[in-house]
């Protein structure tokens, strides 16, 4: 069960990743990478971020890129979150397959 304190932290985290990701893809046509939920560990050290990549396809590749630069971008969160943590958690990401997965249940269920 998460804490109030972890939820906030996630939110904050999840808005600001959304806005790095936002900006660096608009160089990136046709590739959107969004947020769909950060995960935060109770000690705060740790956050897991699920990314949502569309086209599917690139998916593994970009993942692979994001993982890449994971200090850099951790560098640009702590840059934007300085003055509400004190200590930027170190970041993981992993791809969010759910609508993948709605969309393979939504046509299994029509046939």
Known sequence: METTRQNKISRLIQKELSEIFLTETRKMHGTLVSVSVV?????????????????????AEILESVRANA???????????????????????????SLDYIENIDALLNK
């Open 39 to 59: 995960r935060v560990s109770p000690d705060l050290s740790i956050a897991k971020a699920y990314l949502s990549i569309f086209p599917s396809e690139k998916a």
């Open 71 to 97: 200090k850099t971008i951790r560098y640009a969160l702590a840059g934007r979150i300085r003055f509400q943590l004190r200590k930027t958690p170190e970041l993981l990401f992993f791809i969010d397959d």
